[in-house]
């Protein structure tokens, strides 16, 4: 196991063959620098590993937002050390309160609800909060990434005409290798980009000036609009993404797999064959 | 009136984001519509505004949380804080629960001219609220099934 993240003294964890997101949500924890999706490669209904060690503090369950026809659930599994806590969403626990967990070990399996929406695939939602601050949305500890997970692998100040290749291809999403770094140029630094083309926002793994503009590929992404102490947020401009030629509700760039994840625009998207090449192009809106 | 099985009181007035404001002269009374109130299910916690604070059209003058979402509840018009739901603080459950009666949040005093351009009648409503379910069941599609 890798190391993620870090806040309150608490560690988390990744294996190497799972992808991170610390932007590509539209929720508050995100926004505050305080949020972490892991994807374990696992679908809905499949087992979930822990990425934290510590002792099962408390188990809640909750209705999730509905649009009629009543309510999925949803479950804070909090697992801790000391005074600071994991909290883990959208995995219906196996554990038990008082049970000890180690990294990597099962905790329950992933599960899908009015959270989610088409393109989201199993993950799971985790925080660190302190064990006073554990139901609201906000209240998380900033979170501090793993240096692996900021360093780059270059930029090419030429554009290039995107193309992908189709490493999985499901109704929800297709996951493309593309011939481009996920990287960002701000400024003359290069850094990680993490996010979805489809929200107001994405972020950036470094602490970077307030208005720095952030180009991907030759494209503006849009202008850094507030700096933490170890991650920042770009005020995303609208952007157009087309995949061979149909317009898509956007990517998302991640972490820890070197990929980009196409978002179709409604459900069931189009599914494309594993090693199948993909136009893609991002334009500015208007 | 209904959409689908959410309740949208005839008397009322309706403000894009799932608020509703009951209007008497310059006052009005503010809350959650019961579609958005199933949007944000499992309310745990609201800041309500200080009486006597002055907002501005459309300023956010509270903001209430789920376990993973925060929504913000912004002024139809500009105006000043009469009272707030005090209840809330203590069973911020109330706006899932009972959005119409006791899951108020606010009452407040127009500091000018109420103007109608924010604010929906019932039939407008319904007819707004219908397209925006609409995009919120595409948006879960797949989750539901």
């Not at chain 1, 780059?152 to 499901?170: A, H, I, P, W």
């Not at chain 2, 019961?34 to 299910?41: E, H, I, N, R, T």
């Not at chain 2, 916690?45 to 604070?53: G, V």
């Amino acid at each position: 196991m890798d190391l993620l993240a870090e806040a309150g003294g608490l560690k988390l964890w990744m294996d190497d063959s799972w992808s991170v997101s610390f932007f590509s949500s539209p929720y508050v924890g995100h926004r505050l620098l305080s949020a972490v999706d892991i994807y374990q490669g696992a679908d809905f209904g499949e087992e979930a590993f822990s990425p934290v060690s510590g002792v099962v503090h408390k188990i809640m369950r909750f209705d999730s937002p509905s649009p009629g026809g009543g309510s999925l659930p949803e479950y804070l599994i909090l697992i801790g050390k000391n005074h600071s806590l994991a909290r883990i969403m959208h995995v219906e626990p196996s554990v038990s309160e008082g049970e000890l967990v180690r990294v990597g070990e099962p905790i329950g399996i992933f599960i899908k609800n009015g959270f989610f929406s088409y393109w989201v695939d199993a993950g799971m939602h985790v925080e660190v909060r302190k064990k006073t601050s554990i139901m609201r949305s906000t209240g998380g500890l900033e979170l501090k990434p793993a240096p692996a997970l900021t360093e780059t692998n270059g930029y090419s100040d030429e554009s290039v005409s995107l193309k992908g290749r189709v490493m999985r291809s499901t109704e929800r999403n297709t996951v493309v290798e593309l011939n481009h770094e996920n990287n960002v140029k701000v400024g003359d630094k290069i850094c990680r980009v993490d996010g979805t083309t489809s929200l107001d926002y994405c972020g950036l793994l470094g602490a970077y000036d307030l208005g720095s503009v952030v180009y991907f590929n030759g494209i503006e992404l849009g202008k850094v609009k507030h700096k933490g102490s170890y991650m920042s947020l770009v005020e995303n401009n609208p952007l157009i993404v087309y995949v061979d030629g149909t317009r898509f509700r956007g990517l998302s760039f991640g972490l820890g797999c070197e990929r980009i994840k196409l978002l179709p625009p409604h459900y069931p998207g189009p599914v494309y064959e594993r090693d199948s090449m993909l136009d893609v192009v991002i334009e500015n809106e208007g | 009136m209904k959409v689908d099985e959410f309740m949208f009181p005839n008397e009322l007035k309706y403000m894009k984001g799932h608020m509703w404001v009951s209007l008497e002269g310059k006052k009005a009374l503010l809350g959650l519509t019961s579609l958005g109130a199933s949007l944000s299910k499992e309310i745990v916690h609201i800041d309500l505004p200080l009486e006597d604070e002055v907002f501005e059209a459309l300023e956010p003058l509270a903001s209430f949380e789920t376990i993973k979402s925060v929504t913000e509840v912004n002024s139809p018009f500009r105006c000043r804080v009469l009272k707030t739901n005090q209840l809330l603080l203590d069973k911020p459950s109330l706006l899932n629960k009972d959005p119409y009666a006791r899951g108020w949040i606010a009452q407040i005093e127009a500091l000018d001219e109420i103007p109608q351009d924010e604010l929906m009648n019932v039939g407008e409503a319904v007819k707004y609220y219908k397209q925006i379910l609409s995009a919120e069941r595409d948006k879960y599609k797949g989750i539901y099934e």
